[in-house]
């Protein structure tokens, strides 16, 4: 009994990647995110297709277009076409 | 010496603890609270720009404060971390007001785009409104952009002041653990002087303080005691009556156990000291009520308080661990004279350190010279590895032979280590490093060992059905329809939550006095409740622990609908118990499964990333748990179609019996025979079940009968329907059939077909039935053949003779007979033996 709870309790925790930020680029190109986390800015290149998870605690990222958001760090970017999106 | 101060205040690390634990209880609720700012923050259009600007100079000032304060000199540990937590709040503020933006963001973005860009050389000239908004929008943008790379510019400079306060610190408890002083400045007759000239101001301020509180406050000083006495009063009192019987210990008992040791002990130090607590923390807040205190007769009467709680609680602690009057009541089997000996080193050690605690505040408040801090330190210090030496080098068990035999190696080579390291490090002048050491050793030393006896308690409580002879069990079993098992398992859960509860308030409590700021340990608990990231993988306590209780509260509303919808809503609307009971099943594995998904949601764990786990073990599942899954979906349709409900007499295969319970693997079936078998679902479905009882309980029965050849078919036959019909189970319609169904080899056969209203008491409708055929054809003359298969001699009992004389004479005879056969034997055997020589070699 107390082995199972475990068991499930280590499966959830595991499989439980809830506060991340992803980025995901639905483009052919490499798209660039600059992104500030912690004191630091480094920039994320994203191949075609690639996906990221980045930002646990909040940060700013600047988009393809020069737009500077903030992430709370739970959001998607979903980038198509050249054009970023938040969701 | 700031920092002596920051390290030395307990009162303060009881403050911040208690500001620990409403932060921690804070934390739980923060995630939700977080997104609800940003939502509020997010629809506030007009004048957007302006507002967020304003918010982030004003943050920015803050900072800019807060950089000039870390700047400052001899600015100390605690205050350090105060301000970086309020930088990480301000760091957080910052980014929510460039969160604000988003929405406005969008909006801009979508409308640019529907816009489309500004027409290229040579293509025709757009209206000029459309050139116009294009224009402002994207000005708008940039000045948007603009606000946000403040807020950006601000969040890194925030996290370099944080990685500066950081550096900061380790820098500080360096210096604090290795910095020397001269001894010789110190310790000259000139500290003498300096502390009597302290002596001399501090009695000045006590003094003038008295008078004119006496003068001015008398009544309210007297109130104020009177009301923190009563208070006091009215703890003790009311402890002692409902704890009276854990709280003494009873010099009577020769053989008190373990758990009633522990908690006399437990009891017997907490309430004292909380009446003790209580006195004082109501008599210095009463004293602040009425404004009787002045200027830092407060700081003074504070440390005062502290210094008096700690030593009592040190006392009464050791004093109920060791009990020196009440040998058998001890918690460590030391003897009497150790124990009293330690009884009085320990109290010893903690009034020197607290009273040294106590000095600092006053040489704090009177800006005392430093040679006076380092002189009553060094003192203090000295006195601690002293009395730590003093305690190794007791001898506090006796042998079997008498002799006095002394710690164990490692309890007692630790202690004199620590004493003389102590010791030296304040003869080389190393007093903070001297002063850090004793003081880590007597506080968590007394935490460290309450934790162990807490821990000792527990494990005492675990044990099997020590918790049904708590009082709390006691109670419990008196007043409640627990049984003893129950109580055991309740028992082991007490203990774990004892456990958790030691872990929970120590930790954090012994990390404190190990010099991590309350700071620190609300950052760890923050991090550890919002989630700790091990590669891509967040690990979030609170999302856990909120996933499993939304479970347990679906699970439990699951449980009451069912209840609800099964007992008055079905009960009342005369539903048919088989659809009853289909429907309550469903009702539940659906409300579990609806619970079991909420939970996983709300613990914040991504559904997708099940969905891989389970494809991956789709495959493992489609092979080795073929068997499950077919009866798991067997049982869904015996519920959906229902062939049979609980209570029918049912026939699958050689099982016969009535159904007692359809679960979603296997259904129970209990035979007449009271055989209980489990039979898996998918058996039920894909072969032929025989239902008696399926829409009603109607049922035939037939009793063959066989007359010999030459009697009288029609009056057997008329015989035969009489008995069917006077039967009063037979029902009259359809009417009960009497076939002459064959002419068989030694008989006429006949068949007695009768129906009944319930089949369940077909084997007494059958009883009957035959008993009456018996004594009919009897009464009539009318034959029932039977072949004789085998001849079988009917075994017959010997009868009892009736001549008990002669037996007896004749049992008297063979007995005496018996008796002189042996005695013959035995003389021969004698006889022989002496007879015969002994063998030559």
């Known amino acids: ?87 | 010496m700031n920092a002596f101060a920051a390290r030395e205040s307990p009162i303060h690390m009881f403050f911040r603890l208690l500001r620990l634990i409403l932060v921690l209880a804070l934390v739980v609720s923060a995630p939700l609270s977080f997104e609800a700012v940003a939502q509020g923050v997010g629809q506030a259009p007009a004048g957007l720009v302006a507002d967020q600007q304003k918010i982030i100079q004003g943050l920015t000032t803050k900072t800019d404060n807060f950089e000039k304060q870390i700047q400052q000199d001899g600015v100390d540990d605690g205050s350090l971390v105060d301000i970086r937590l309020q930088l990480e709040e301000l760091s957080r503020q910052s980014l929510n007001s460039a969160l604000a933006f988003r929405t406005r963001l969008g909006e801009i973005n979508s409308r640019l785009e529907q816009l489309g860009p500004p027409p290229a050389a040579g293509q025709p000239a757009e209206p000029d409104i459309v050139s116009a908004e294009r224009e402002g929008l994207t000005s708008e943008k940039a000045e948007i952009n603009a606000v946000i790379a403040q807020a950006q510019t601000l969040s890194i400079r925030i996290s370099g002041l944080i990685d500066q306060i950081g550096n900061m610190r380790s820098a500080l408890f360096r210096n604090l653990l290795t910095k020397r002083y001269v001894l010789s400045d110190a310790l000259s007759p000139q500290v003498f002087s300096d502390a009597r000239d302290e002596f001399d101001n501090f009695y000045k301020a006590v003094s003038s303080w008295l008078s004119f509180a006496i003068k001015f406050k008398f009544q309210a000083i007297l109130a104020a005691t009177f009301v923190a006495l009563g208070l006091a009063l009215v703890l003790l009192v009311g402890g002692r009556r409902l704890f009276g019987r854990v709280f003494e210990a009873d010099s009577t008992n020769e053989d008190p156990s373990y758990l009633s040791r522990l908690s006399v002990a437990f009891w017997s130090t907490l309430l004292p000291t909380l009446a003790v607590a209580a006195f004082l923390g109501s008599t210095i807040f009463f004293f602040n009520y009425y404004n009787v205190l002045r200027g830092d007769i407060g700081l003074f009467l504070n440390a005062l308080a502290t210094v008096i709680g700690v030593v009592f609680c040190v006392n009464r602690l050791t004093n109920a661990a060791l009990e020196p009057r009440l040998p058998n009541w001890r918690l460590i089997p030391v003897e009497t004279g150790p124990a009293r000996w330690l009884v009085r080193l320990t109290t010893a050690m903690a009034v020197v350190i607290s009273f040294n605690t106590f000095l600092s505040v006053v040489n704090d408040k009177m800006g005392s010279p430093l040679s006076l801090t380092i002189a009553r330190s060094f003192v203090a210090t000295i006195i601690v590895g002293v009395i730590l030496i003093l305690m190794a080098m007791l001898r506090p068990f006796k042998a079997r032979d008498g002799s006095w035999r002394p710690w164990p190696a490692w309890l007692r080579y630790t202690s004199l280590g620590l004493g003389l390291f102590t010791i030296i490090a304040a003869l080389l002048g190393y007093i903070g490093l001297a002063l850090f050491v004793s003081l880590q050793v007597v506080v968590t030393g007394t935490a460290l060992i309450t934790a162990y006896i807490g821990f000792l308690s527990a494990q005492a409580i675990g044990e099997e059905s020590a918790f049904a002879n708590t009082s709390v069990g006691r109670w419990l079993s008196a007043n409640s329809s627990y049984e003893d098992t129950a109580l055991d398992q309740l028992g082991l859960v007490v203990s774990i939550a004892i456990n958790v509860m030691i872990v929970l308030v120590f930790l954090p409590l012994i990390l404190l006095m190990w010099g991590f700021q309350p700071g620190d340990i609300e950052a760890w608990a923050y991090k550890l409740a919002t989630g700790i990231n091990i590669g891509s993988v967040t690990i979030s306590v609170t999302g856990i622990l909120s996933g499993i209780v939304v479970f347990v509260i679906g699970y439990f509303l699951t449980r009451w609908f069912q209840g609800w919808l099964d007992g008055s809503v079905m009960a009342r609307g005369k539903v048919d118990t088989g659809v009853r009971n289909s429907i309550r099943l469903a009702v539940g594995y659906a409300g579990v499964a609806l619970a079991a998904l909420v939970g996983i949601s709300a613990a914040g764990i991504d559904l997708s990333s099940l969905a891989l786990v389970a494809g991956a073990l789709s495959l493992g599942i489609g092979f080795g748990l073929q068997n499950v899954v077919s009866n798991f979906v067997s049982g869904l349709i015996l519920l959906a179609e229902r062939p049979f409900k609980v209570g029918d007499w049912i026939v699958a295969g050689d099982v016969s019996g009535t159904v007692k319970k359809i679960s979603v693997r296997a259904t129970e079936i209990e035979t007449f025979q009271r055989q209980s078998v489990i039979l898996p679902n998918s058996n039920l479905i894909n072969n032929a079940v025989g239902n008696w009882t399926h829409r009603n309980k109607l049922g035939r029965i037939d009793i063959k009968v066989g007359v010999a050849y030459g009697s009288d078919v029609k009056q057997v036959h008329a015989v035969l329907l009489d008995i069917a019909r006077s039967h009063p189970l037979v029902l009259k319609n359809p009417e009960p059939f009497v076939l002459f169904s064959n002419f068989g080899a030694a008989a006429l056969e006949f068949e007695i077909r009768v129906f009944l209203a319930d089949v369940m008491n077909g084997n007494v409708v059958q009883n009957d039935v035959r008993f009456a055929v018996l004594e009919r054809f009897d009464d009539q003359h009318i034959e029932i053949p039977s072949t004789p298969r085998a001849v079988v001699e009917a075994r017959t009992h010997v009868a009892w003779p009736t001549d008990d004389d002669k037996i007896e004479a004749d049992f008297a005879e063979q007995a005496e007979a018996k008796a002189q056969a042996e005695a013959e034997a035995k003389r021969q055997a004698k006889s022989g033996r002496k007879t015969r020589k002994p063998d030559p070699d």
Not at chain 1, 12 to 30: M, R
Not at chain 1, 32 to 46: D, F, I, N, P, R
Not at chain 1, 68 to 75: H, I, Q, R, V
């Open chain 1, 1 to 87: 009994m107390w082995k199972s709870l475990v068991a499930a309790v280590a499966l959830l925790a595991v499989s439980g990647s809830a506060h991340a930020a992803s980025a995901v680029n639905k483009d052919a190109q490499t798209r660039t995110l600059v992104v500030t986390e912690g004191g630091s800015k480094t920039e994320l290149a994203l191949a075609g297709g690639e996906t990221v998870e980045f930002c646990q605690n909040g940060c700013f990222v600047t988009l393809p277009n020069g737009d500077l958001e903030a992430l709370t760090g739970s959001e998607t970017i979903e980038i198509s076409g050249g054009v970023a999106r938040i969701k």
